[in-house]
């Protein structure tokens, strides 16, 4: 991958190595603008325009007309992409997925229908991501694929060091990714793009504040207002209160919690319930968290060590994000803390800590494997204690439960966030969603990040704080907002939609393809083979029946009835002058109705018809 990881500041040799957000201490010297949490122009780069020259209250041009077109993300929380279009240039704000609910058996994967990025390739001056979280990132490697150009991707550098494992894994070469740091402006065609620190449940999250000929939007991303986080970034009050003062025409804001009251706990909450537990715990601990958590891993991990335990990671992603966090300097774990899991014998149990993945029941994860007896070297034993350390996402409530059960049965103590403070959302809940619209003050408003009620609840939110309702927009996927100098209002849509991703397919599994999956799985299967001289209009040799996943289906008196009926059927269709297509309708319906009535099941049924 050619990859241009600091080209945006060390291409030009002012800034040498590109540090984390945190240790910034040569830079500090030679840059006036330091804010808490990074630095406004501590580079001088051609992608960057001085703040003098940005655009500002009264500098809009009458004739540009911005565009805001949400492709994904205002259906459910997952597939966030949005476009902004404005005078000939476009800029995509993420590239999300979602992962499959339960009416779409057998997908892997759901992305937004980028089609209309595609169609506008060539306007395409920049994608930027605002964290590395896989609703916000997981459709870059198929929209790379699909676009035929080297579009430059800006992110900071966790979220690039994510996209870059991603991106290996499906083959996908010379991204061009250029390192941002908050606090940093950059260039992309008529646009200016300010990234400020938003504190989020994985580090190195940003906002975007986009100035344009027509207007300037701001962009939360994911956010919440922590006030105590684990790595001492907080959300950058400062570069919000001046992007107030430039004047924010619209603002796009998190609404995942929307409906929550009062304000989203601290993430140091959750590393006082760790240490407790783990303090208490006689045997092992084993704890399942989001593999892109890094704050919460590294509470873990604090966790551990202060309890004289040694941590050992399992699961895939769990292995890969812990070895991508230390290696760029966002998870803190010296060697000799750390031990493998094939040493684990041997080593006293209440010496270890178990950090795996798993916390949303999948069945092939570490945690489920531990539960179900089938994990090569971890072995669960009475005694030993098990903490859920996430909420399920709405969807997989069953299937966390299924674990907790089997782990419950061995005689695990298990904690969920029900017991204790095990986990807090990285999501801003309505208060701070308050604050975040009383600072900004927008002028207009689009919930973003939610499913209809989230967004809905926000755009009350938004209304109690003053911003006019016709201002407020709660928009679907595919919609437009169209910003001139005069004002916002709605615009002409684009495609939009969702994009199955099927094993190795991408956008070959329909609607129909997931109905039909559905009903094998729900009612079960036949087939029907027979031959039929249409010309001497009589039925050859016995007609075949094969059932399938239908309740009595091995019934020796169903399939005897079965054929009685549809011999029946066939021959007074066939007396009646019936042609092949009836025949075949006649043996389906006969078939259909005396299941129905048998076993109220109505299988997917086939009817093999050979014309002799
Ligand atoms: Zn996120
Ligand atoms: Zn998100």
């Not at 840059?31 to 209250?57: C, M, Q, V, W, Y």
């Not at 992110?155 to 941002?180: D, F, Q, S, Y």
């Not at 603002?251 to 929307?258: G, P, R, W």
Request: proline content about 4%.
């Amino acid at each position: 991958m050619a990859k241009e990881h600091n080209s945006a500041s060390s291409q030009h040799g002012a800034v040498k190595k590109q540090t984390s957000a945190f240790k910034h201490v040569e830079l500090e010297r030679e840059r006036p603008h330091l804010t808490r949490n990074g630095f406004e122009n501590n580079a001088s780069d051609e992608h960057r325009t001085p703040r003098r020259r940005s655009i500002s209250k009264g500098q809009k041009n009458p004739a540009s007309k911005l565009r805001i077109i949400p492709l994904g993300g205002l259906d459910a929380i997952g597939k966030n992409m949005t476009a902004f279009e404005c005078d000939g240039d476009l800029i995509l704000d993420d590239a999300g997925l979602m992962f499959p609910e339960d009416g779409h058996p057998g997908v892997d994967l759901v992305l937004p229908d980028y089609t209309y990025v595609l169609e506008n390739a060539d306007k395409l001056r920049g994608i930027v991501i605002t964290h590395g979280h896989e609703d916000h990132t997981g459709t870059l490697p198929y929209l790379l694929k699909d676009l035929d150009c080297d579009v430059p991707i800006y992110a900071t550098k966790l979220t690039l060091g994510l996209i870059e494992c991603k991106l290996a894994e499906h083959k996908v070469k010379n991204a061009k990714l250029i390192e941002i740091q908050p606090g940093q402006q950059v260039k992309m065609g008529c646009f200016t793009v300010d990234f400020f620190a938003v504190n989020h449940s994985i580090p190195g999250a940003v906002g975007i504040f986009l100035q344009s000929p027509a207007g300037n939007v701001l962009h939360t991303g994911d956010f919440k207002l922590d006030q105590t986080p684990i790595d001492g970034v907080t959300t950058d009050f400062t570069a919000l209160a001046r992007f107030s003062d430039i004047g924010v025409d619209l603002m796009l804001s998190d609404s995942t919690n929307a409906m929550n009251p009062r304000f989203t706990p601290s993430e140091a909450e959750v590393g006082k319930a760790l240490k407790q537990i783990i303090g208490q715990a006689k045997g092992r601990v084993i704890i399942a968290a989001f593999a892109s958590h890094i704050h919460r891993m590294q509470q873990i991990c604090d966790a551990a060590i202060e309890n004289g335990r040694k941590v050992v990671v399992t699961g895939r992603s769990m292995i890969q994000n812990t070895d991508i966090a230390r290696k760029l300097g966002y998870l803190n774990i010296e060697d000799h803390n750390l031990i493998d899991a094939y040493e684990l014998r041997g080593t006293p149990a209440d010496e270890i800590v178990i950090m795996c993945t798993g916390s949303q029941g999948e069945p092939l994860s570490a945690l489920a494997r531990i539960a179900n007896g089938e994990h090569r070297t971890i072995e669960i034993e009475e005694g030993d204690t098990v903490i859920v350390s996430a909420t399920p996402v709405p969807g997989n409530e069953k299937a966390v439960t299924r674990v907790i059960n089997s782990l419950a049965k061995i005689g695990a103590d298990v904690y969920d966030k029900s017991r204790a403070q095990v986990h807090v959302s990285g999501h801003a809940s309505a208060e701070e969603l308050k604050i975040m619209l009383t600072m900004v003050k927008p002028k207009a408003f689009m919930p973003v990040h939610g499913e209809a009620t989230h967004l809905r609840a926000h755009a009350h939110l938004a209304e109690l704080t003053g911003v006019p309702p016709e201002n407020i927009f709660v928009m679907e996927n595919g919609d437009c907002l169209e910003l001139t100098a005069e004002g916002i209002e709605r615009g002409e849509g684009v495609q939009s939609g969702i994009v199955f991703v099927d094993g190795l397919s991408v956008g070959d599994t329909s609607q129909s393809v997931l109905d039909e999956r559905n009903t094998l799985s729900a009612q079960g299967f036949a087939a029907v083979a027979l031959a039929v001289d249409f010309k001497n209009r009589r039925q050859l040799g016995e007609i075949q029946l094969t059932m399938r996943g239908i309740t009595g289906g091995d019934d020796a008196y169903l399939a005897e009835e079965a054929l009685y009926t549809l011999t029946g059927a066939v021959k007074r269709c066939l007396a009646k002058d019936g042609g092949p297509r009836e025949v075949r309708k006649i043996a389906r319906d006969a078939l259909l109705s005396l299941l129905w009535e048998r076993t109220k099941q109505r299988p997917m049924t086939v009817v093999n018809l050979i014309e002799a």
